[in-house]
């Protein structure tokens, strides 16, 4: 199978001796055995080829979107650093605990950390405002879309970090696998 599924020309050095030792093998006892054994090795030799060629060509088409994707993937982060670099937005993730992850060096910034030790979880950190914030903000909205996996938009919440009050205004959506088990939330703030 290894030798099938790699390049076509790998098969063929593998396919053509054996092909051949197994019709030198028929054709000297063809008086024998009859015309059977050589019409099954040129079944087989047919069968065997095709496949060679079939799973060379798939191979190689996923060997190419592999590289396409790996491209695109690689645009689409240097387009989402250059969108956090020159705006006031910036992107954020938690996993299925609230914990934030791959924080963008903005958002590292804004909550003053370099490289955090221990985890920072988003749920407490907003909720630790939360009785000082009861005017204009959104955080009972919040806790009940959290809650209940649900997406949001436009939510604002008071926040403070290290001393300095803010306000963010924050939009995101759960992620779940095909087996439906929570994930996390990946979303934009300002």
Same mark, same amino acid.
């Given at each position: 199978?290894? *030798?099938?599924?790699?390049? %076509? *020309?790998?098969?063929?050095?593998?396919?053509?001796?054996?092909?051949?030792?197994?019709?030198?093998? +028929?054709?000297?006892?063809?008086?024998?055995?009859?015309?059977? #054994? %050589?019409?099954?090795? +040129?079944?087989?030799?047919?069968?065997? =080829?095709?496949?060679?060629?079939?799973? /060379?060509?798939?191979?190689?088409?996923?060997?190419?979107?592999?590289?396409?994707?790996?491209?695109?993937? &690689?645009?689409?982060?240097? *387009?989402?650093?250059?969108?956090?670099?020159?705006?006031? @937005?910036?992107?954020? &993730?938690? @996993? /299925?605990?609230?914990?934030?992850?791959?924080?963008?060096?903005?958002?590292?910034? +804004?909550?003053?950390?370099? *490289?955090?030790? !221990? #985890? +920072?979880?988003?749920?407490?950190?907003?909720?630790? !405002?939360?009785?000082?914030?009861?005017?204009? /903000?959104?955080?009972?909205?919040?806790?009940?879309?959290?809650?209940?996996?649900? #997406? =949001?938009?436009? %939510?604002?919440?008071?926040?403070?970090?290290?001393?300095?009050?803010?306000?963010?205004?924050?939009?995101?959506?759960?992620? =779940?696998?095909?087996?439906?088990?929570?994930?996390?939330?990946?979303?934009?703030?300002?």
């Amino acid at each position: 199978t290894g *030798i099938f599924g790699g390049s %076509l *020309i790998y098969g063929l050095t593998f396919w053509g001796p054996v092909t051949l030792g197994f019709g030198l093998a +028929i054709v000297s006892d063809y008086g024998v055995t009859g015309p059977t #054994p %050589l019409i099954c090795l +040129i079944l087989y030799g047919i069968l065997t =080829f095709y496949s060679m060629f079939y799973l /060379s060509n798939k191979v190689k088409a996923l060997a190419v979107n592999g590289f396409e994707l790996k491209s695109r993937n &690689e645009i689409i982060a240097l *387009i989402l650093n250059e969108f956090e670099e020159e705006s006031s @937005d910036w992107l954020w &993730e938690v @996993d /299925s605990h609230f914990n934030l992850k791959n924080l963008s060096q903005r958002f590292k910034n +804004i909550l003053g950390v370099t *490289i955090p030790r !221990n #985890p +920072i979880n988003l749920r407490t950190l907003l909720l630790a !405002n939360a009785a000082v914030s009861s005017d204009g /903000s959104d955080i009972e909205t919040l806790t009940q879309r959290f809650l209940n996996f649900q #997406p =949001f938009r436009k %939510l604002t919440v008071y926040v403070t970090i290290n001393g300095m009050q803010r306000w963010w205004l924050l939009s995101g959506k759960p992620r =779940f696998n095909r087996a439906g088990v929570f994930l996390g939330y990946q979303g934009m703030a300002s």
